[in-house]
């Protein structure tokens, strides 16, 4: 199912595909996930990572999902700010993109990622044997001259529901030692070792990965045949 709604991505983008990968496609993370899903979806993305310090006050948010969305943002401008001011005479970028994924706890606690082996504790033993949510917020910036705001900027979110089985402390422990928990949102990467500790997720696969790819896709095609952008 989860590879079929892949397909079924890059099928919406695939009429579009060459002229997409004629323009300058920037990616604003460092991510190797996100660049395996775009990459996926059949788009040649340049990375250039934010610089954005990701410290944006999460008491001043309605939700995970919107905390998510305006990180995600904020790492696309950040990025085409700095290339416009950079790269002066360079072929100014067609699309910058940003994404953001957090987990949150049934609490309703956002979690990022885990500083130490104890902090990956905590994160996993409260996930472990109850349904959590993963929100996973993307920021497009479309440089724009032409506009006297300099830019189309459009965000979105999507949400997973992922659920844990039950897990004992000395299943955790060897899951934290083989490092797997120090670069990923909530502590687990559904890609990895922990994905034997999911019995069942609601919603798109690679939103837990990192980046949405079908709502992705959808957006951009809404975007492209109903001229918000131009080819």
Not at 14 to 27: D, N, P
Not at 38 to 62: A, I, M, R, T
Not at 200 to 221: D, E, Q, R, W
Request: neutral net charge.
């Amino acid at each position: 199912a989860w590879s079929g709604r892949l397909r079924q991505s890059l099928r919406m983008l695939l009429q579009y595909a060459e002229a997409l990968c004629a323009k300058r496609l920037v990616l604003a993370s460092a991510s190797p996930r996100r660049r395996e899903i775009l990459g996926n979806l059949g788009l040649k993305f340049e990375v250039v990572v934010s610089k954005f310090d990701e410290d944006l006050d999460k008491s001043q948010f309605p939700s995970a999902a919107d905390y998510a969305k305006a990180t995600a943002t904020h790492k696309a401008l950040e990025v085409a700010l700095r290339l416009e001011k950079a790269e002066d005479g360079a072929k100014r970028p067609f699309m910058v993109l940003g994404s953001d994924t957090v987990v949150e706890a049934p609490d309703g606690t956002i979690m990022e990622k885990p500083a130490d082996e104890e902090a990956a504790m905590r994160m996993m033993l409260s996930l472990q044997g109850v349904t959590h949510q993963v929100h996973s917020g993307v920021g497009i910036v479309f440089p724009d001259p032409a506009r006297t705001d300099g830019a189309l900027v459009k965000s979105f979110s999507e949400t997973t529901r992922v659920t844990f089985a039950p897990l004992q402390e000395a299943e955790i422990r060897a899951y934290i030692k083989t490092g797997e928990p120090f670069d990923k949102a909530g502590g687990y990467g559904i890609q990895g070792p922990a994905g034997a500790f999911v019995s069942s997720i609601t919603g798109c696969y690679f939103n837990v990965m990192g980046f949405p790819a079908h709502k992705f896709a959808s957006k951009l095609l809404t975007m492209i045949e109903e001229g918000e952008v131009k080819l």
